[in-house]
């Protein structure tokens, strides 16, 4: 087997693992099960990009997360569309567009750049997560 044929092996393989994660991330955000949800989410992870914010630490997400998925806040998550950035063993990089529903009728969809990692649990969780400008995901090709 050539290392081209290697590679698309490996590639394959990581889209699988980036769309398990997606629909699992979908599911749980949906269905507002928080423990399996921030299972998903490493401890260490960054999100960048969020208006009004420099960063945001699992801490301050999970809490967020955690009033929100009580209070009924979030009608829905979803994500459409996968382009691989980078890929190597134990990490996997790629873009998607997310859109949130939330239960008073209003609808938000944007780029994410998602970073997942293996950890030593052998589970995938994402490490950093950095939200799109609208020209950004536009250039990317993810949305009109």
Same mark, same amino acid.
């Given at each position: 087997?050539? +290392? ?5 092996? *490996?590639?394959?393989? *990581?889209? #699988?693992?980036? +769309?398990? !994660?997606?629909? #699992? @991330? ?13 299972? %998903?989410? &490493? ?6 990009? /969020? ?5 945001? &630490?699992?801490?301050? !997400? #999970?809490?967020? &997360? ?9 009608? @829905? ?8 950035? *980078?890929?190597?063993?134990? +990490?996997?990089?790629?873009?998607? =567009?997310?859109?949130?529903? #939330? &239960? ?7 780029? =994410? ?10 589970? !995938?969780? /994402?490490?950093?997560?950095? =939200? ?9 090709? %993810?949305?009109?």
């Amino acid at each position: 087997m050539s +290392q081209d044929q290697d590679q698309k092996i *490996a590639d394959n393989e *990581a889209i #699988a693992i980036a +769309q398990k !994660w997606l629909e #699992a @991330s979908a599911k749980t955000a949906t269905n507002r099960q928080f423990e399996e949800h921030f299972n %998903l989410i &490493s401890k260490k992870v960054v999100v960048k990009g /969020v208006p009004d914010y420099d960063s945001i &630490s699992y801490d301050d !997400w #999970a809490r967020q &997360s955690e009033q929100e998925f009580k209070d009924g806040v979030l009608e @829905s998550v979803g994500y459409e569309g996968l382009k691989m950035v *980078a890929t190597n063993d134990h +990490q996997i990089m790629f873009k998607t =567009v997310e859109t949130v529903c #939330a &239960s008073d009728g209003t609808r938000r969809a944007h780029g =994410v750049e998602i970073l997942l990692s293996l950890e030593e649990d052998g589970v !995938w969780r /994402v490490t950093q997560e950095r =939200v799109q400008t609208d020209d950004e995901s536009r250039h990317d090709g %993810l949305m009109m």
